[in-house]
C-alpha cells in the first residue's frame, strides 16, 4: 500500500456479479457513473427511471412507484416555466406538451417496473439526507424546478427515520423480487449549497441510517465509495473544477474497488477482454486507410468473434456491425 494512501481493506463480498447481470440502478449523480461502466461491460442495466435522485424518500417512492407501475395523470403534473412536470421526475423529463410529458414519464416507470421484476441487483446511492416538501401538500419533491423558494420547506430526514422508509421499500421489494440483492452506496459528491456543516451532518445521517439496515438484511450490502474518496484519497486534486464531484481519477479508482469486491472471477476476466474492444470503438484514427489500421481493426473483429462463442447471450451487434462498416469504409 502506498505510503501516501491510508490503508483501507474491504471484505470480500459473498454477492458475485456475473457475466451479463440485470443490475437496476438509482439514487444521485454518481450511480450514473457507475451505470455508463457497467453498460460497456454488456450488463443489463436499468438507472434512474426518474431521473438522478438524491434523498432517500423520492428514491423509496420511485422504487415504489416501478413495483406497482402506477401510471401518471393529469393531476399528477405541474404546469411550471412554461412546462408541464413532475414532482416526482427529473426535468429532463418536462415537456410543453402535457400527453407527452405523461408518456415519457409513463414509458419509463413501466420500463422500469419489467426490468426490476426480473433484475438479479439493486444499487442504491444515496446522495443526502435532506428532502424538500412542497408546503402546500407536504408533498416529497425529487426535483424543485426551480420553483420559488416560498413554496417549499427543507427537512433533514434522521437515521431512523431513512431505516424506517427504507425498510419498508426492501420487505416490498422482497415480495416483488425475491431474488434481488441490493448494494447500498453513499455519494461521495459534497452538498455544498447546504453548506459544509449541513452536508456532514446529512451524510452522518445516511451512513448510520444503511448500515443500520444492512445489518438487519442479510441480501443487503454497503459498499464504501464514499469512505473510498473522502478517507482514503481525500485531496482536492482528485475533484473537478468545482471542488465538489469527484474526477474521472477518483471515480476510476473506486470503480476498480467495485469490480474487486464485487465481480465474480469469470466477469474480471471478461472485463480485462472487453477493455481493448471499448477502446477500440471510441478510437478516431488519423490514417483510416493505412493496412495497420486495417490490422487492427481485424485483429479487435477477431477478439469480438470469440467472445461471442463464450458469451452467446450477450448482444453483440453494435460490436459486429461496428467493424463490419469500419472494414468496409476501407477496402
Request: aromatic share 12%; glycine share 2%; hydrophobic share 40%.
Given at each position: ?193 447546504d453548506g459544509v456543516i449541513e452536508n456532514n ?56 474497488k467495485f469490480a474487486e469486491t464485487y465481480f ?68
Amino acid at each position: 500500500m502506498s505510503a501516501f494512501l491510508l490503508p483501507f481493506k474491504i471484505d470480500p463480498s459473498p454477492l458475485q456479479l456475473q457475466v451479463g447481470s440485470r443490475i437496476f440502478i438509482v439514487g444521485s449523480c454518481f450511480s450514473e457513473h457507475m451505470s455508463s461502466r457497467l453498460a460497456k461491460l454488456k450488463f443489463a442495466v436499468c438507472d434512474n427511471p426518474q431521473g438522478i435522485l438524491f434523498n432517500p424518500i423520492s428514491i423509496t417512492q420511485c422504487l415504489q412507484r416501478c413495483m406497482s407501475s402506477q401510471n401518471y395523470d393529469e393531476s399528477d403534473l405541474v404546469f411550471i416555466n412554461e412546462l408541464f412536470a413532475s414532482w416526482d421526475f427529473h426535468s429532463h423529463f418536462s415537456h410543453p406538451d402535457k400527453i407527452e410529458a405523461m408518456k415519457g414519464m409513463n414509458n419509463s416507470v413501466n420500463r422500469a417496473h419489467h426490468f426490476l421484476k426480473t433484475a438479479n441487483t439493486l444499487i442504491i446511492t444515496l446522495g443526502s439526507a435532506f428532502s424538500y416538501t412542497l408546503k402546500k401538500t407536504g408533498q416529497t419533491v425529487a426535483n424543485n424546478h426551480k420553483a420559488p423558494s416560498d413554496w417549499l420547506s427543507k427537512t433533514l430526514n434522521v437515521a431512523s427515520a431513512i431505516a424506517s422508509h427504507m425498510q419498508d421499500c426492501l420487505d416490498a421489494l422482497k415480495i416483488f423480487n425475491p431474488q434481488l440483492s441490493v448494494i447500498f452506496t453513499l455519494s461521495p459528491v459534497r452538498h455544498a449549497r447546504d453548506g459544509v456543516i449541513e452536508n456532514n451532518r446529512s451524510k452522518a445521517q445516511l451512513i448510520e441510517a444503511v448500515h443500520s439496515i444492512c445489518e438487519k438484511n442479510n441480501h443487503c450490502f454497503y459498499f464504501p465509495a464514499y469512505e473510498l474518496v473522502i478517507d482514503v484519497l481525500r485531496d482536492y486534486r482528485f475533484y473537478d473544477i468545482d471542488l465538489v464531484h469527484p474526477n474521472y481519477a477518483a471515480t476510476q479508482y473506486v470503480w476498480e474497488k467495485f469490480a474487486e469486491t464485487y465481480f465474480s472471477p469469470v466477469c474480471r476476466s471478461f472485463a480485462e477482454k472487453m477493455h481493448p474492444i471499448s477502446l477500440a470503438l471510441n478510437h478516431r484514427p488519423r490514417f483510416p486507410q493505412t493496412e495497420a489500421h486495417r490490422d487492427f481493426l481485424k485483429l479487435t473483429s477477431k477478439k469480438v468473434d470469440q467472445l461471442k462463442m463464450d458469451f452467446p447471450h450477450l448482444n453483440w451487434e453494435k460490436e459486429t456491425q461496428f467493424f463490419q462498416q469500419e472494414l468496409a469504409k476501407n477496402l
